[in-house]
């Protein structure tokens, strides 16, 4: 069974940067796209971007400027960078294992194993 | 960039139907994916490409697709099925990125 565990510091000050690391165990990072998705406290979840084990990317184009995603296969983990972060960048923070599909003729992608998520406080 | 729209709430009876809906446009044309979320928990997939089960769903969990809106059926709702839902698609239009609705609170009445 394939877990994930975020880690990272829980707080943050403002116009620093964020940075977490998932930690994959019971299976192996390799050949699998993996994400970020945050979730402010009483909202909904927002896509951060994904990272494959060959480092290639897709990020959400309202978080692009201010986030980097790296990946280490040796420690079958891979991380979050989002800089310069204000209040807002405050919520859980979740990793997960992207699953690909062709259903219909066309490629799809969805999130079957998340981490428990953690919380990440913006503030000075 | 690509919207979904969900209701921020839908309130169903015990051993009723819930159906809780997912509208984008012309979002029969792509996959669409379900994630229940109960509180202080992270969400757990239970419908994906449309109408597919996870193992460990229970049947009663159920999927559709065509036009503008999908919808997920939960037939005899239990109370251990109140919580938020989210539809989810994949926007490969531009940029590639997941998209998430907003989300539904079901209530069981």
């Known amino acids: 069974q394939v877990q994930l565990q975020e880690s990272g510091p829980g707080l943050v000050k403002p116009s620093e940067t964020l940075s977490l690391t998932c930690t994959v165990s019971?299976?192996?990072?390799?050949?699998?796209?993996w994400s970020w998705i945050r979730q402010p406290a009483g909202k909904g979840l927002e896509w951060i971007g994904r990272?494959?084990?060959?480092?290639?990317?897709n990020y959400n184009p309202s978080l692009k400027s201010r986030v980097t995603m790296s990946v280490d296969t040796s420690k079958n983990q891979f991380s979050l960078k989002l800089s310069s972060v204000t209040a807002a960048d405050t919520a859980v923070y979740y990793c997960?294992?992207?699953?690909?599909?062709?259903?219909?003729?066309?490629?799809?992608?969805?999130?079957?194993?998340w981490g428990q998520g953690t919380l990440v406080t913006v503030s000075s | 960039s690509y919207v979904l729209t969900q209701p921020p709430s839908v309130s169903v009876a015990p051993g009723q139907t819930a159906r809780i809906t997912c509208g984008g446009n012309?979002?029969?044309?792509?996959?669409v994916h379900w994630y229940q979320q109960k509180p202080g928990q992270a969400p757990v997939l239970v419908v994906y490409?449309?109408?597919d089960r996870p193992s460990g769903i229970p049947e009663r969990f159920s999927g559709s697709n065509s036009g503008n809106t999908a919808t997920l059926t939960i037939s005899r709702v239990e109370a251990g099925d109140e919580a938020d839902y989210y539809c989810?698609?994949?926007?490969?239009?531009?940029?590639?990125?997941?998209?998430f609705g907003g989300g539904t609170k079901l209530t069981v009445l």
């Open positions: 989810q698609v994949w926007d490969s239009s531009s940029d590639h990125r997941g998209v």
């Open positions: 990272i494959y084990t060959s480092g290639s990317t």
């Open positions: 997960a294992r992207v699953r690909e599909s062709h259903a219909g003729g066309m490629w799809t992608y969805y999130f079957d194993y």
């Open positions: 012309n979002i029969g044309s792509k996959s």
């Open positions: 019971g299976g192996s990072i390799s050949s699998y796209y």
């Open positions: 490409d449309d109408s």
